[in-house]
């Protein structure tokens, strides 16, 4: 864990473009996510959302800008650095190993913080046994805060869309993550679903003190749940602020939720 | 093996008594399980006597006297029996309250009884309580054992049940020989639960029961069908309610068996599955659901499975009736489904409260599962009749424990009258009620209320129905709707029925359709539908129904066959008071209710129209706009062309 305050800039990302040939996916963007904060990140369709989050946990290599986490600026993160630094994240189309149960796709989430040889965990003793105990016990916390205890052992696979999120959701907070980064936790699920998922992300940060910025397209959600808002349109960065400047935000009522015509 | 032996319940005369022995003689034998964290948690007698000597000198400390009230409200956990023997072992009486229960319902039975400390499992329930606000003065403490979610209340009655037993640790170092002392001033006669009557009519009373009588009662049932110090017991009935305060506390004091908390309600069945325990107790209901998921499940599976099943229900079918067992369906279909819903291990199985269909009890005697009917009331300390294990009748509900008693009152011609009995476990009276108790306690007998008769070739104990709940029609047929409303429900594509037709002309019903069973019948038949209110309506279920309405009206006589019916838009709800929470139906808040439909039934309209709201467990409401039809089958009740109907389905 970093030295980091509650309320110091964790993350920014300063002037970053991307560009995938002749299509800008995103313009000089520049914003930071503090330490326990919730930032959603918004903007309608191809607004780049999704590219921003890959730019920060290093799925994609921005052309032009920086990105500073945890004190170290660099020009392009790595997604193995990204994970060993503390960043997890869920995906907008569930990323889960659909032949696994419940338990051990969260206990992929664990594989970072595993030390013991493979030699060890084949076959069971030394670090390879007192490791999966102890890593056993922190993902039955996991399971047990996101009450998913009845498909413990079921295939996820199986599992409605709604539980296979939650389940995703388990995995990236297995890895102990500074800053949590969801893509649409809430797309295709209903209101109860909703407000489940909406009362694990406060929880998450009550309980483990993580930060979270998180991509949504619920405007309710990302009103009620998040303490800053960007918004992007076409890679562009329209606003950033509360969700009440946000909201307020001539430009923003524009674009995104679209020009009024009376 | 070893040999089932019980408690001295004459010298160990209360609860907290016997704990205490069991601790003394066998300190590191397991007393209870408990899943959490996806591993199951052992706890000797030797922690489980000191879980209860710690709250309960911690509620001393707390300033709780002799006399007093503990309640507890939750799921099933240890520390929920943990509290309410505590309690006792003070002097106390417990009040169990259903997890279920509404605030309201709470705050009658927290002020009713004068609770003044209450152990509430979790923030749900905790919420519950703190929303009543000053209305229930009486409490001074509310203990909490999960945290979550609590900490940001500052209430200064809510204490973490940790906390309680530190306090509790405390005082025990300090003066050793307390608790025991507390527990020595106990005495049989004292009362030490409060057991709240179903409630079908009127608001639930509560049973004044009292340890020593108990603990006897338990011993008779023990002896009638006894359990061994290994065997596994899963604690998933209610414990606010009799027979679980029976089994959970009861005989697992009395012969010390091992008790099962199961992690939550939604992993019942998996973890029923991994403890196979060795009793259960299920409600009719519950049987009916377990064969209805069986078959359900046989739905989705392949076409050779399907006829394996088949044939092995039917081979196993005929041997039982045949009185032996067929090995081959017993190895290929019957052993794995009984593993399959964890009663691979089950050497005595029960049943109670209402009427279970006869196919759904051969079918589990034939799966090798020996069910038996029992019979017994909230203020009798529960059960008090049962079958033998060789002696199973799908009529009866068996014979009388050896403390037992019991005579049938103003006896018809046929013999069929009420039911009165005297037990040795009965209980004093009820709680500050004297003129209830004088209306139901005459001379030591319970008029129990129930119609029935003993069977004079093997007295055998048949019971009818409630007599204030058989009903006559404006012709003067006497009829048991329950009895009607079971026949029907033995459908498996129907949840819960209404049987009317007190001083009318002739019998209807209000049907509820098992929503689903039927959702899966409508995927396969290429029936589309939105939700509940919507599948209840479609014409394709209406036909459906009507042919299985049909089909139990062939097997009635012809007066009590139900003329008329329709499928109601929403499910009876006992949140919604329609059903106790044993799931009864309120006849009187139903024909409340639903009097418009009702009338509709009873006139010549085809249709009635409705336009209501309803409350959902959030608390969010949704308008319902709909109009249901009214199905008429004529004088004979549709019975005259079963035939054909028989073949269309």
Same mark, same amino acid.
């Given at each position: 864990m970093?030295s ?7 993350l920014s990302?300063?002037?970053i473009?991307?560009a ?5 996916a995103?313009?000089?963007?520049? /914003? ?5 904060e ?5 903007g ?10 890959n730019? !920060? ?14 004190g170290?600026t ?16 869920? *995906?907008?189309n569930v990323a889960l *190993? ?10 992929t ?8 040889s493979l030699?060890e965990?084949?076959f069971?003793?030394?670090r390879?046994r ?5 890593h ?10 996101? &009450?998913?205890q ?5 295939p ?12 995703? *959701?388990?995995?990236? #907070? ?11 936790p809430?797309?295709?699920m ?5 407000? =489940?998922?909406s ?11 993580t930060?979270?910025a998180?991509?949504e397209?619920?405007m309710g959600?990302?009103? +009620?749940?998040?303490?800053?808002v960007v918004?992007?349109?076409?890679g562009? &960065? ?7 400047e946000v ?5 923003v @009522? ?9 | 093996?070893?040999?089932?032996e /019980?408690c ?18 066998w300190p590191?034998?397991?007393?209870m399980?408990?899943k959490?964290?996806g ?13 209860v000597k710690?709250i ?26 943990q509290?309410? @023997?505590?309690g006792?072992a ?6 169990g309250?259903?997890?279920d229960?509404?605030a ?6 927290i002020?009713?009884a004068e ?18 606000? =000053?209305? !229930? ?9 999960d945290p ?8 200064? %009655?809510?204490?973490?049940l940790s906390d309680l ?6 005082r ?35 049973a ?5 009588? /108990?603990?006897q ?8 069908d ?9 604690a ?6 009799i027979?679980?305060?029976?089994y959970? @506390? ?8 091992i008790?099962?908390f199961v992690e939550?309600?939604?992993t019942m069945m ?13 409600a ?5 659901a ?5 078959r359900?499940r046989m739905m989705?599976?392949?076409? *050779?499975?399907q006829?394996?099943f ?9 041997? /039982?009736?045949?009185?032996? %067992?067929?090995?081959l369906a017993?190895f290929?279909l019957?052993n794995?489904?009984r ?5 691979? &291990?089950v ?11 006869p ?5 589990? #005697?034939?799966?090798?599962v ?5 019979y ?5 300390a529960g059960?008090?009749?049962l079958h033998?294990? =060789? ?25 069929v ?8 476990g ?8 004297q ?16 119609a ?22 404006n ?8 009895? $009607? ?6 459908s498996p594509? !129907?949840?819960?029925?209404v049987?009317?037709?007190n001083?009318?002309d002739?019998?209807?019903?209000m049907l509820?359709?098992?929503?689903d069973?039927v ?30 309405v049909r089909?139990v009206?062939a097997t009635l ?15 009876l ?15 009187g ?7 418009n439909?009702?009338?509709?039934l009873y ?6 129209h409705?336009?209501?709201? $309803?409350?959902?467990q +959030? ?8 109009d249901?039809?009214?199905v +008429? ?17």
């Amino acid at each position: 864990m970093s030295s980091i305050k509650e309320g110091e800039v964790l993350l920014s990302v300063e002037n970053i473009s991307l560009a995938f040939g002749a299509v800008q996916a995103i313009s000089n963007v520049t /914003f930071d996510i503090r330490k326990g904060e919730v930032r959603a990140i918004i903007g309608p369709n191809g607004a780049g959302k999704t590219s921003m989050l890959n730019v !920060i946990n290093g799925f994609y290599h921005p052309q032009e800008g920086t990105i500073t986490f945890a004190g170290k600026t660099r020009s392009r993160m790595l997604p193995h650095e990204a994970a060993a630094q503390g960043i997890s994240r869920t *995906f907008q189309n569930v990323a889960l *190993f659909k032949g696994m149960s419940t338990l051990d796709n969260i206990m992929t989430g664990r594989v970072l913080k595993q030390k013991a040889s493979l030699i060890e965990q084949a076959f069971y003793f030394g670090r390879g046994r007192s490791e999966e105990i102890e890593h056993r016990e922190f993902v039955e916390n996991i399971i047990d805060f996101l &009450q998913i205890q009845a498909i413990r052992n079921q295939p996820v696979g199986r599992l409605p869309y709604g539980l296979q999120k939650r389940v995703e *959701f388990g995995r990236a #907070l297995a890895a102990e993550p500074e800053l949590l980064l969801l893509d649409e936790p809430m797309a295709g699920m209903n209101l109860e679903e909703k407000e =489940d998922m909406s009362r694990y992300i406060m929880e998450v940060r009550e309980q483990f003190g993580t930060t979270v910025a998180l991509i949504e397209h619920d405007m309710g959600v990302v009103m +009620d749940l998040s303490d800053r808002v960007v918004v992007l349109d076409y890679g562009c &960065q329209l606003a950033d602020g509360t969700p009440d400047e946000v909201s307020a935000s001539q430009q923003v @009522i524009d674009a995104y939720l679209g020009v009024s015509h009376d | 093996m070893s040999e089932a032996e /019980f408690c001295d319940v004459g010298l160990y005369d209360t609860f907290p008594k016997v704990l205490a022995h069991n601790a003394d003689k066998w300190p590191d034998e397991i007393a209870m399980r408990e899943k959490s964290y996806g591993i199951w948690i052992e706890y000797s007698w030797s922690d489980y006597n000191t879980a209860v000597k710690q709250i309960a000198m911690g509620l001393r400390e707390l300033g709780f006297e002799r006399g007093q009230v503990v309640g507890m409200i939750g799921d099933n956990r240890p520390e929920w029996v943990q509290f309410e @023997i505590a309690g006792q072992a003070l002097g106390g009486m417990s009040i169990g309250i259903y997890r279920d229960c509404m605030a309201d319902e709470a705050d009658y039975l927290i002020n009713y009884a004068e609770l003044t400390m209450i152990m509430a499992e979790d923030e749900e329930q905790v919420d519950k309580l703190l929303e009543l606000g =000053d209305r !229930i003065p009486s409490v001074k403490k509310i203990f909490y054992d999960d945290p979550r979610g609590i900490e940001k209340y500052d209430d200064p %009655r809510l204490m973490k049940l940790s906390d309680l037993k530190a306090l509790g640790a405390g005082r025990i170092a300090a003066s050793p020989d307390d608790y025991d002392r507390e527990v020595a001033l106990g005495k049989a006669e004292d009362v030490a639960v409060l057991c709240t009557t179903s409630g079908t009519t009127s608001r639930p009373k509560l049973a004044m029961l009292q340890g020593g009588p /108990f603990l006897q009662h338990c011993v008779a049932y023990l002896t009638k069908d006894p359990k061994l110090p290994t065997d596994n017991y899963c604690a998933v009935l209610p414990l606010p309610w009799i027979m679980e305060q029976v089994y959970a @506390i009861g005989h697992s004091l009395v012969c010390r068996n091992i008790v099962n908390f199961v992690e939550e309600n939604d992993t019942m069945m998996a973890d029923m599955r991994e403890i196979a325990p060795n009793f259960v107790l299920l409600a009719p209901r519950t049987w009916e659901a377990l064969v209805a998921d069986v078959r359900t499940r046989m739905m989705d599976a392949s076409a *050779f499975k399907q006829k394996l099943f088949n044939w092995g229900v039917e081979r196993g079918m005929k041997a /039982f009736e045949a009185g032996r %067992r067929d090995w081959l369906a017993d190895f290929l279909l019957f052993n794995p489904l009984r593993d399959r819903l964890g009663l691979g &291990q089950v050497t005595s199985a029960a049943t109670g409260g209402a009427a279970l269909g006869p196919e759904t009890f051969k079918f589990f #005697l034939a799966m090798g599962v020996p069910l038996r009917q029992l019979y017994g009331q909230t203020e009798l300390a529960g059960a008090y009749t049962l079958h033998e294990p =060789d002696d199973v009748d799908f009529d009866t509900v068996g014979l009388p424990f050896d403390n037992t008693e019991i005579r049938i009152d103003n006896p018809d011609p046929e013999g069929v009258g009420e039911i009165v009995t005297r037990t040795g476990g009965m209980f004093l009276g009820f709680y500050k009620n004297q003129e209830a108790t004088d209306a139901d306690v005459k001379d030591g007998w319970m008029h129990t209320g129930d119609a029935g008769y003993i069977r004079p070739k093997d007295g055998h104990l048949v019971v009818i129905d409630r007599i204030a709940d058989l009903a006559e029609t404006n012709q003067g047929i006497r009829f048991s709707p329950q009895f $009607i409303e079971n026949k029907l429900k033995f459908s498996p594509f !129907i949840g819960e029925t209404v049987i009317l037709g007190n001083k009318r002309d002739y019998l209807t019903a209000m049907l509820c359709i098992r929503f689903d069973i039927v959702a899966k019948w409508a995927e396969q038949n290429a029936v589309s539908f939105t939700n509940y209110t919507n599948l209840s309506a479609r014409p394709e279920v209406y036909d459906m129904i009507e042919r299985e309405v049909r089909q139990v009206n062939a097997t009635l006589p012809e007066a009590q066959r139900v003329r008329k019916f329709l499928l109601l838009y929403k499910e009876l709800d006992a949140d919604d008071g329609e059903l106790t929470r044993t799931r009864k139906v309120r006849r009187g808040v139903v024909g409340e209710r639903y009097a418009n439909i009702i009338d509709t039934l009873y006139s010549d309209r085809k249709s009635v129209h409705v336009d209501t709201e $309803i409350t959902f467990q +959030d608390g969010t409401k949704s308008r319902i706009v709909t109009d249901l039809v009214v199905v +008429d089958l004529g004088h004979d009740g549709g019975v005259g062309d079963t035939g054909e109907a028989g073949k269309a389905a």
